[in-house]
Nanobody, 123 residues
Framework: QVQLVESGGGLVQAGGSLRLSCASSGLTSRIHGGWFRQTPEREREFVAAITWRGGNTYYGDSVEGRFTISRDSVKNTMYLEMDNLKPEDTAVYYC?????????????????WGQGTQVTVSS
């Protein structure tokens, strides 16, 4: 059984930093690992992705230069370092794993999802 479990969310002031983690179990391989976020007012939005084997990274326009995605293949864990946070970054953040070749930024290409972790940025 595949499980993805996010941690590290919380409340932070604008300009601050948070580091999200996504621990996975039951996955024998994956093509991409990704982070998405969602609020009640907005559709699920692509945040960042990483190719699991090569480590190539991709970012959404709104987080480019502020967020950094990384992974530890040995620990089967993915991370999202979020710096210079803004109130508009407030959302539930989900990690996901894609086991098929597809678009790294397309949520429909991901097969497994975590339960989400809340990030709240106060102004």
């Amino acid at each position: 059984q595949v499980q993805l479990v996010e941690s590290g969310g919380g409340l932070v002031q604008a300009g601050g930093s948070l580091r999200l983690s996504c621990a996975s179990s039951g996955l024998t391989s994956r093509i991409h690992g990704g982070w998405f976020r969602q609020t009640p007012e907005r559709e699920r939005e692509f945040v960042a992705a990483i190719t699991w084997r090569g480590g190539n990274t991709y970012y959404g326009d709104s987080v480019e230069g502020r967020f950094t995605i990384s992974r530890d293949s040995v620990k089967n864990t993915m991370y999202l370092e979020m710096d210079n946070l803004k109130p508009e970054d407030t959302a539930v953040y989900y990690c996901a794993a894609a086991t098929r070749i597809g678009g790294a930024s397309w949520s429909q290409d991901y097969d497994y999802w975590g339960q989400g972790t809340q990030v709240t940025v106060s102004s």
